[in-house]
């Protein structure tokens, strides 16, 4: 147990998927794991581990922002010898070839932040996710015929709506990243200080060049590719 966690070493798989949203965890774990239990509920945090085709898996909430996905990531790595976290979660775009309701495979994660400089004690700016995972992520995605875009994205520690656009454009360059969200960094620098394998699945929720939008009430129940893509991957492993 740790100052976050409640769960018994044991009723942790050593395979996580970590949406952001704990009513989202609650959600797979209803709708896809047999078996399902809840294993932590400290700070209403929800995660449940269960069977998806008879292979053990965690899905465990990870809350918004770095320090938070830090705080869990650190943990389920350090303390409940987790292997792999696929972090599984919603993002913003404001590259033109985008589309709302894009399925996105995170390359690499890019943050102005310094989390880096506290966790590995340098500054880095730009972290990979694991090649190994996200190969084999790839590669279910094309067994199931389900469309899937591969690059960098960014990490924000401000919500990209709430400012300047014009600055956030500058500062990190409007072609080069396929989507923005808040925890993929973190979770990344947290993988590589243990030598654990991390990637990262986002549904583009919404534009900056489109007035489309997924409605935050639809976003539990609509990321369903995602979601399969997530589960039919770990079975593979």
Do not use: W
Request: proline share 3%.
């Amino acid at each position: 147990m740790t100052p976050h966690i409640e769960s018994k070493k044991d009723q942790i798989a050593p395979i996580v998927l970590m949406p952001g949203d704990p009513l989202r965890a609650r959600y797979i774990a209803e709708k896809y794991l047999k078996d399902a239990k809840l294993v932590n509920q400290v700070r209403n945090m929800l995660a449940y581990t269960g069977y998806y085709k008879n292979k053990k898996v965690t899905v465990f909430a990870s809350g918004m922002g770095i320090p938070s996905m830090g705080i869990y990531a650190y943990e389920l790595f350090n303390f409940y010898d987790v292997k792999k976290i696929i972090r599984i979660g919603s993002c913003g775009t404001f590259n033109k070839n985008i589309k709302v309701g894009d399925l996105l495979l995170a390359t690499s994660a890019r943050s102005i932040s310094s989390y880096d400089d506290l966790m590995l004690e340098h500054n880095i700016n730009e972290k990979t996710s694991s090649k190994e995972l996200n190969n084999l992520i790839i590669k279910t995605a094309s067994d199931l015929n389900i469309p899937l875009k591969e690059g960098k994205i960014i990490t924000s520690d401000v919500f990209d709506h709430y400012v300047d656009f014009n600055n956030f454009l500058t500062l990190h360059g409007e072609d080069n990243y396929l989507g923005t969200e808040m925890e993929a960094f973190g979770l990344f620098i947290v993988a590589s200080k243990f030598n654990r394998q991390a990637s990262c699945l986002l549904t583009v929720v919404d534009s900056h060049n489109s007035d489309d939008i997924i409605d935050p009430k639809d976003r539990e129940k609509s990321l369903d590719d995602m979601i399969i893509l997530a589960l039919e991957s770990i079975i593979k492993d």
